[in-house]
């Protein structure tokens, strides 16, 4: 319909021609109630037949006018082509289900707008944002409204919902395609692989005097300040962690082959895609300084951004806003594990269509006073210089503890078919991942391992592989005595005495914390890709009692029959969480 106004006036019908839009009378035009003229015909020479038909559709009536006779026509034409003959159906027998959808068009009305119904739990609702409707419509009123729709002008048009024959469907495959780091071997997925490859560890004296006094003055820290690394005015609204997230993100992103800025910059729809980062408590010392700015200065003293800057969510959201990410931004918390059970929540999101792409890891910055006089307290942490070697030293026979530490690691998964279909680089496939729980005690492992035997098999048959197809491991291996014999056991018990190449991380970066799993599989994703198996630091001489063959001294070549690499987290109150990823051709 051309966008002229309707502007009423009154001709005679000998002066109505086809094209006109009509009314009969004065009742019609205040009711909105139109007709197009589509042909005009005499019938004697005191009376005209004309036909007519809804303006936006409908079928034909004609009506004998006198020549004389006064109408109204609408100072409008239309194109009478243009206007569709439509024939009403009838509604009667048809069997209504949930989902089928109405759509009523009041077709005299050139200015009608189509209303949409949609039946739910047996009574037919208007399809619309507003306010739901006080009356719904049954069955048999719907029917009404489709017999009665020639004489009223109206159009009512019925849309079964669709039925669908059965198929099979199975998961997606899930890739991953980008790798960032922040370690304390320094900024960056180079830095920290290179630094695993050549024997470097980055434990640290903590010299800043709040640490004075500490019976443990060692903690694998970040060597760079990130805040110095990001927009002054971004980063002083992140806690440690979430600027170690970020930067992490950043550097993933731009590692899968997408456009810096984010999501739109890189084509990509925000709500298709995901965060899913890990942690435990994220930056325990926003809370405790605002504590302190509270004792020392009052409540004037505390920042608006305390709360907000304490949550542990706060590394995913601030990534989601750093990337422009709407699809989701979770936060999982299980203790030491949770950066890989991130990892693990992301691949079934994009497995099972939620969003298409995910960021997802593990951050944390917990290097604290009090947290460390707290592992302190419970004689968790090792002892030592770490200008005579790393002090942290996983299934050593002298090991004593582990150290603390802090950093981030972020993978960017994708759907097989979303990568490729964009010419990807792909790393390797997140292939599968498996959960348990000890139920033991609040701290301690179960010494028999059966809890992380449980992950490390359900972790295999997600991945659609047989323990023989498994080829390397990065353990957990915290370097505390009752933990790496609980995994070592675990990983006997499943793997049937195989020797298998097992290394573990924690004497180059100390334990991370809920960015352990984060980090960790980024090293096993890197050691898929380069068929090399990075060497356990600080591991002199391996316990007699943990019997697995410990990567040591140097790097070693990947074996080459297999196809699975297994990468292991385990928490406090006996989380178990382990990553199953498969090497691509």
């Known amino acids: 319909m051309p966008e002229v106004p309707i502007r009423p006036y009154e001709v005679t019908a000998a002066e109505v021609v086809p094209g006109d839009l009509f009314a009969l009378s004065a009742e019609d035009v205040a009711e909105r109630r139109w007709h197009v003229v589509t042909h005009t015909l005499p019938v004697s020479p005191e ?14 009536h004609e009506e004998d006018l ?33 989902g089928d959808r109405l759509t009523v068009l009041r077709a005299v009305d050139p200015l009608a707008d189509e209303e949409t119904y949609v039946r739910r739990w047996g009574a037919w609702h208007r399809d619309t944002t507003e306010a739901a409707d006080a009356h719904a419509a049954t069955d048999e009123e719907v029917r009404r409204w ?29 890739v991953v395609t980008g790798l960032g780091a922040v370690t304390p071997l320094g900024v960056g997925t180079g830095e920290l692989w290179d630094g695993l490859l050549e024997g470097r560890h980055g434990i640290r004296e903590l010299t800043d005097p709040e640490f004075d006094g500490l019976p443990v003055r060692i903690a694998g820290t970040v060597p760079v ?30 590692d899968a082959g997408y456009a810096d800025g984010g999501t739109r910059e890189s084509g990509l729809d925000p709500e298709r895609v995901g965060v899913s980062l890990g942690a435990i408590l994220g930056d325990a010392s926003v809370l405790v300084g605002g504590d302190r700015k509270l004792r020392d200065r009052g409540p004037r003293g505390v920042s608006p951004l305390t709360t907000p800057m304490t949550v542990p969510s706060q590394a995913a959201s601030q990534v989601s806003l750093d990337l422009h990410i709407t699809g989701e931004a979770r936060t999982v918390t299980s203790a030491c594990a949770s950066g890989t059970e991130a990892i693990g929540q992301a691949v079934d999101r994009i497995r099972y269509g939620r969003v298409d792409v995910a960021l997802a890891g593990g951050a944390e910055a917990v290097v604290t006073p009090a947290i460390m006089a707290s592992f302190a307290a419970m004689r968790a942490l090792a002892e030592g210089d770490p200008s005579q070697g790393s002090p942290s ?113 924690k004497g180059h970066l100390g334990h991370l914390q809920g960015a352990a799993g984060g980090v960790e599989a980024v090293a096993a994703v890197l050691t898929l890709h380069h068929g090399v198996v990075p060497p356990t630091v600080g591991c002199g001489e391996v316990d007699d009692g943990i019997d697995l063959d410990v990567v040591r001294d140097a790097p070693r070549r990947l074996p080459g029959a297999g196809d699975l690499v297994l990468s292991n987290s385990f928490g406090f109150g006996g989380h178990n969480a382990v990553l199953a990823l498969r090497r691509v051709a």
């Open 47 to 60: 009376v005209i037949r004309v036909t007519l038909r809804p303006p936006l559709g409908g079928v034909d």
């Open 225 to 254: 300040d990130p805040a110095g690394l990001l927009p002054r005015q971004a980063a002083r609204r992140m806690n440690r962690a979430a600027q170690f997230a970020v930067l992490a993100a950043r550097e993933a992103w731009a």
């Open 146 to 174: 489709a017999a009665d729709a020639g004489r009223d002008g109206t159009l009512v048009r019925h849309e079964p919902r669709p039925v669908r024959k059965a198929r099979a469907a199975g998961p997606r495959r899930v």
């Open 393 to 505: 030293r996983p299934f050593a026979k002298d090991r004593d503890g582990f150290v603390n530490g802090e950093g981030a690691g972020v993978l960017v998964l994708e759907s097989e078919e979303h990568a490729r279909a964009r010419g990807a680089r792909i790393y390797c496939e997140a292939a599968g991942w498996g959960l348990s729980a000890d139920a033991y005690h609040v701290a301690a492992p179960d010494p028999s391992g059966d809890g992380i035997a449980l992950a490390l098999r359900r972790a295999v048959r997600d991945a659609g592989g047989e323990v023989t197809d498994v080829v390397h491991v990065n353990a957990h291996a915290t370097a505390t005595v009752d933990g790496d014999l609980a995994e070592a056991r675990a990983l006997r018990g499943v793997l049937g005495g195989r020797p298998l190449p097992v290394t573990a991380l």
């Open 66 to 98: 006198r020549r004389e006779q006064t109408v109204t026509v609408a100072g409008r034409r239309v194109d009478v082509a243009e206007v569709p003959l439509v024939e009403p159906v009838s509604l009667e027998g048809v069997t209504f289900r949930d």
